[in-house]
C-alpha cells in the first residue's frame, strides 16, 4: 500500500526547492516537488503562489518544515550575488 502525500509547505523559489530536494534525498525521505509554473500563463501562478510546494507522507511533515525553517533563517542560502 502506497503512503498519501500531504502538501508540506510553498516554496518560495526554484534555489530553496534544489536545495530542499537535495538535502531530503541525502536523508532518503520520500517527497515530491511540485513546480506552479505553467506554459500556456507564462508563470502567472508562481508570482501568485510561490515557486511551487513540497509534498510528502505524514511522518515526514515535521522533519520537512524543520528542514525549511532552518533554510530560510540562513542568509549565507539566499545571496545568489
Known amino acids: 500500500m502506497e503512503e498519501e502525500y ?11 526547492a534544489r536545495l ?4 531530503l534525498n541525502e536523508r532518503n ?6 513546480s506552479y509554473y ?10 501568485q503562489k510561490g515557486w511551487g510546494y513540497v509534498s510528502a507522507p505524514e511522518a515526514y ?8 525553517s532552518y533554510l530560510r533563517k540562513d542568509p549565507n542560502l539566499h545571496d545568489v550575488s
Open 20 to 23: 530542499l530536494d537535495s538535502i
Open 6 to 16: 500531504k502538501k508540506v509547505a510553498t516554496l518560495e523559489n526554484e534555489i530553496e
Open 61 to 68: 511533515l515535521k522533519e520537512i518544515k524543520e528542514i525549511i
Open 29 to 34: 525521505i520520500p517527497h515530491l516537488i511540485i
Open 38 to 47: 505553467d506554459t500556456a500563463y507564462d508563470g502567472l501562478y508562481q508570482t
